[in-house]
């Protein structure tokens, strides 16, 4: 695909739903676009550097809901509630001043279009969406402060490096020499919004290689990790992971490895936002979300009465899955739509 037609028709084979056509699966070769490309020019390649601005509570708002859990509660009029009329019988409302901004900016860079083995170059949308539920846990509680904390195909960095605002540790994997380069750069670019003490890596993790990964002995280079490092990350108790389900081996993979992640504490919780991806297949001779059905086949829910009932005498480790619900989940990132098909999980492992 040449690029003005890449830039005119913004194909994506891996953000937009197939209703009206029928499409072929891209190769490994083939550019796809992701729909979050803010103030990119259409003609351009290579790196852009984007700014998402993330609105954040005053410092005062912030201390007080995290010390009341019911500050966001129900926010209705109360029918006890009385208000002055005027000369016509009509309420006289009290229009509320407008408060101060309190903001801080991401300086993020990213492609506008990559290969589907690169697709970590590009901000993707349920990445947004993730973001947004980190800044809601850490301006509600502190439920992050001081966490170890490990990002699964962390693409650009973006959740990561928002997370360090807050963990003590944080430590960002993905594949790929290009992809970790990238990441490393929007560290570089964002270091100063991390609290004073927080630890932020950079590191490669393969979901297909074994667990632990090979060690050095001397100062990591490439994203190689040191024995310290595999130390700390038995400790983190918060996984992150964002728009890693796109691919059945892909999903295979991320989940082998989260059971070796996740298998020496029972404590550990993963947060996974992702979107349906549907395609037309000649097999339902329908438009299904083939990826997602494979995804929802790792997890037992509440509401699997049948699976459960068999799970009484499982001797295998299996992950249980509770989907939050994203309407009580503000948007902290600006001038993006989260769209009807991103989902954001809550996953342990349970024996």
């Known amino acids: 695909m040449s690029k003005t037609v890449g830039a005119t028709i913004l194909i994506d084979c891996m953000e937009r739903k197939v209703e009206e056509d029928v499409r072929q699966p891209l190769s490994s070769s083939e550019q796809v676009m992701s729909e979050v490309h803010l103030g990119c020019p259409p003609n351009h390649s290579g790196p852009h550097l984007s700014h998402f601005t993330i609105s954040l509570p005053l410092p005062h708002e912030n201390s007080t809901l995290r010390g009341n859990a019911d500050a966001v509660g129900d926010i209705s009029i109360s029918a006890s509630t009385s208000f002055d009329l005027d000369e016509d019988g009509d309420p006289i409302l009290t229009r509320r001043k407008k408060s101060p901004s309190h903001h801080l900016v991401l300086t993020i860079q990213h492609n506008i279009t990559s ?20 800044l809601h846990v850490m301006s509600m509680s502190s439920d992050f402060d001081k ?6 195909g962390a693409g650009t960095g973006l959740v990561g490096i928002l997370l360090a605002r807050a963990a003590k540790t944080v430590f960002i994997t993905d594949h790929g020499d290009e992809v970790l380069e990238n990441c490393d750069k929007n560290v570089d670019l964002n270091a100063e919004i991390f609290h004073g003490k927080a630890s932020v890596h950079v590191r490669e ?12 002995d001397t100062s990591p280079s490439k994203g190689s990790w040191t024995q310290s490092e595999t130390e700390e990350l038995k400790k983190a108790s918060l996984l992150l992971a964002a728009d890693v389900i796109y691919s059945d ?29 549907y395609n037309f297949t000649l097999d ?30 499982a001797s295998e480790p299996f992950f249980v899955g509770e989907q939050i619900d994203l309407r009580c989940i503000p948007c902290y990132v600006r001038d993006y739509n989260r769209g009807n098909d991103v989902e954001l999980w809550k996953i342990k492992l349970k024996s």
Not at 121 to 127: D, G, I
Not at 207 to 216: F, G, V
């Open 115 to 134: 290969s589907i083995p690169k697709v970590g170059l590009q901000v993707w949308r349920a990445e947004l969406v993730l973001a947004d539920f980190v």
């Open 147 to 152: 966490v170890v904390a490990l990002e699964l």
């Open 205 to 216: 993790l393969d979901w297909k290689d074994s667990w632990p990964p090979q060690e050095t």
């Open 249 to 277: 081996d892909l999903t295979d993979a991320f989940f082998s490895i989260l059971k070796k992640l996740m298998s020496d504490n029972p404590e550990k919780v993963l947060y996974l936002a992702m979107e349906k991806r």
């Open 284 to 313: 339902d001779l329908d438009v299904v979300a083939n990826g997602y059905s494979h995804f929802r086949s790792y997890l037992i829910t509440e509401k699997d009465d049948a699976r459960c009932n068999l799970l009484d005498s």
